[in-house]
């Protein structure tokens, strides 16, 4: 669309209803502030400005709006006095001459960019005011959309509206586009000659009407204007988003098992033909290959796995883990910025922190890279073909060279060569009869401990 717009996110609200010590818009909806999900709706429409109107955490707020290559410019909005007044707080921005304004809300998180181009469609195409509706069957509540010979004449709150329009399904949902060259003047006129003695945004479809300029609305799918404003609604627009978002990767080729038990990050991205299995969880930063296998229980954040690469049952993938093709990081492991090569076994109840495995090493049962000091991090390097056997203490900083074999239950502190066979454990010794004695001591101990008064 070669058109120039301004998008005006209202997002200076106190948020009192989310009984929260931040703002609402900062609240995350897919581990990502609800605002940034606005800008990016904003910014599929082909809106590259954004005037940002904030209050409380002001510049916090700003902050997360960040996304992309979208302007964002902040304008403080000083005193509540209604949603027009909203609008104006940004009138700097509004008086450079866009061609298209549209006005959004920071708490409306799973809008997308499809009303919005629509909108901004209508305003091409001469309307001056477009209001941006929706359906539902539960309106009490909500302002009615009167619409006739194809114009919207009215919005109609509910304690105004009669028996008839209160009848009406089609709802405001506080989006609105304007045409640019005369949002100012349109604006200006909003008056708070109400209850309130507030500024009300809606009153621009009669205003712009009584000056015989076109109003009309577009409708959108009512789950995207859902709003939010307690922690419930947060929990139900969470619901929405992840199961818009599994479908969508489901269509395009992933297998999910138990959908409904996954849940994605908003930066998720998943593989054609990956299988993933009830209960998993991604954190931000993850990217799965196709045909990757993420069994059940599996916690993974910040990680990547390559293709034909198989995770858990009951794993945890941390930031900076990095699975090769073919490789396996089995049940009850955690993995920490390693990278595991391919081919490369990473079986079971092992703990894997700063270090790097080689292309088909076997890591046994219960090992450990003791990689922290209490101060620092240091890293342990795996060769290929390594063998590690089980109840293996690696500490770092260590360096096991290619075809290498750790006894099991080895404590190593040096580094081993290449071929070699390292053996860090005490020597076995027998003490006949002790056991008994131990036992017998123990047992005297336990009926001691009984006979006290």
Same mark, same amino acid.
């Given at each position: 669309? !070669?058109?120039? $717009?301004?998008?005006?996110?209202?997002?200076?609200?106190?948020?009192?209803?989310?009984?929260?010590?931040?703002?609402?818009?900062?609240?995350?909806?897919?581990?990502?502030?609800?605002?940034?999900?606005?800008?990016?709706?904003?910014?599929?429409?082909?809106?590259?400005? &954004?005037?940002?109107?904030?209050?409380?955490?002001?510049?916090?707020?700003?902050?997360?709006? =960040?996304?992309?290559?979208?302007?964002?410019?902040?304008?403080?909005?000083?005193?509540?006095?209604?949603?027009?007044?909203?609008?104006?707080?940004?009138?700097?921005?509004?008086?450079?001459?866009?061609?298209?304004?549209?006005?959004?809300? #920071?708490?409306?998180?799973? =809008?997308?960019?499809?009303? %919005?181009?629509?909108?901004?469609?209508?305003?091409?195409?001469?309307?001056?005011?477009?209001?941006?509706?929706?359906?539902?069957?539960?309106?009490?509540?909500?302002?009615?959309? %009167?619409? @006739?010979?194809?114009?919207?004449?009215?919005?109609?709150?509910?304690?105004?509206?009669?028996?008839?329009?209160?009848?009406?399904?089609?709802?405001?949902?506080?989006?609105?586009?304007?045409?640019?060259?005369?949002? %100012?003047?349109?604006?200006?006129?909003?008056?708070?000659?109400?209850?309130?003695?507030?500024?009300?945004?809606?009153?621009?479809?009669?205003?712009?009407?009584?000056?015989?300029?076109?109003?009309?609305?577009?409708?959108?799918?009512?789950?995207?204007?859902?709003?939010?404003?307690?922690?419930?609604?947060?929990?139900?627009?969470?619901?929405?988003? =992840?199961?818009?978002?599994?479908?969508?990767?489901?269509?395009?080729?992933?297998?999910?098992?138990?959908?409904? /038990?996954?849940?994605?990050? +908003?930066?998720?991205?998943?593989?054609?033909?990956?299988?993933?299995?009830?209960?998993?969880?991604?954190?931000?930063?993850?990217?799965?290959?196709?045909?990757? &296998?993420?069994?059940?229980?599996?916690?993974? !954040?910040?990680?990547?796995?390559?293709?034909?690469?198989?995770?858990?049952?009951?794993?945890?993938?941390?930031?900076?883990?990095?699975?090769?093709?073919?490789?396996?990081?089995?049940?009850? $492991?955690?993995?920490?910025? #390693?990278?595991?090569?391919?081919?490369?076994?990473?079986?079971?109840?092992? +703990?894997?922190?700063?270090? @790097?495995?080689?292309?088909?090493?076997?890591?046994?049962?219960?090992?450990?890279?003791?990689? +922290?000091?209490? &101060?620092?991090?240091?890293?342990?390097? *795996?060769?290929?073909? /390594?063998?590690?056997?089980?109840?293996?203490?690696?500490?770092?900083?260590?360096?096991?060279?290619?075809?290498?074999?750790?006894?099991?239950?080895?404590? *190593?502190?040096?580094?081993?060569?290449?071929?070699?066979?390292?053996?860090?454990?005490?020597?076995?010794?027998?003490?006949?009869?002790?056991? /008994?004695? %131990?036992?017998?001591?123990?047992?005297?101990?336990?009926?001691? @401990?009984?006979?006290?008064?």
């Amino acid at each position: 669309m !070669e058109r120039t $717009c301004l998008a005006v996110i209202l997002a200076a609200g106190d948020s009192t209803r989310m009984k929260s010590s931040k703002s609402k818009v900062l609240h995350p909806i897919a581990n990502r502030p609800m605002i940034a999900h606005v800008v990016d709706a904003v910014a599929k429409s082909d809106i590259s400005s &954004v005037a940002l109107v904030v209050g409380r955490d002001a510049d916090e707020v700003a902050s997360a709006a =960040q996304v992309g290559s979208v302007k964002i410019e902040a304008f403080l909005q000083r005193e509540r006095l209604g949603t027009g007044h909203a609008v104006l707080a940004a009138r700097e921005a509004i008086a450079r001459g866009y061609d298209d304004i549209i006005v959004t809300c #920071g708490d409306v998180p799973l =809008q997308t960019e499809g009303p %919005l181009t629509a909108a901004r469609q209508l305003l091409a195409e001469g309307s001056d005011v477009v209001v941006i509706g929706f359906h539902t069957d539960k309106p009490t509540g909500y302002g009615r959309l %009167l619409v @006739k010979d194809g114009e919207l004449i009215a919005i109609r709150e509910e304690r105004d509206a009669t028996d008839a329009e209160r009848a009406v399904k089609w709802c405001n949902s506080g989006l609105m586009a304007i045409n640019g060259r005369k949002a %100012l003047d349109l604006l200006s006129r909003i008056g708070n000659g109400n209850a309130k003695g507030e500024y009300y945004l809606t009153d621009l479809v009669e205003i712009a009407r009584s000056i015989g300029g076109r109003v009309t609305a577009v409708d959108a799918p009512e789950v995207e204007m859902m709003g939010c404003n307690n922690r419930a609604e947060l929990a139900v627009i969470e619901r929405f988003w =992840q199961e818009r978002r599994r479908h969508e990767m489901m269509i395009s080729g992933v297998t999910m098992i138990a959908p409904e /038990t996954v849940s994605l990050s +908003y930066d998720t991205v998943i593989g054609q033909d990956a299988l993933i299995e009830p209960n998993v969880v991604f954190g931000p930063g993850t990217t799965i290959d196709g045909g990757a &296998v993420i069994h059940a229980f599996s916690h993974i !954040e910040g990680a990547h796995v390559s293709a034909g690469a198989t995770v858990g049952p009951f794993a945890r993938l941390r930031p900076g883990a990095d699975l090769a093709a073919g490789s396996k990081v089995g049940n009850f $492991c955690e993995v920490k910025n #390693g990278k595991i090569g391919e081919g490369a076994k990473v079986n079971h109840l092992t +703990y894997i922190g700063d270090a @790097k495995i080689g292309a088909a090493a076997n890591i046994g049962a219960g090992t450990i890279t003791c990689n +922290y000091d209490g &101060v620092n991090k240091y890293e342990t390097l *795996i060769g290929a073909n /390594t063998f590690i056997g089980s109840n293996s203490s690696l500490v770092a900083p260590v360096s096991i060279g290619d075809n290498a074999y750790v006894a099991s239950g080895s404590v *190593i502190t040096a580094d081993v060569p290449a071929d070699a066979l390292a053996l860090g454990r005490a020597r076995q010794e027998l003490k006949p009869g002790r056991a /008994t004695v %131990l036992r017998e001591r123990a047992l005297a101990i336990k009926a001691a @401990k009984k006979a006290k008064p």
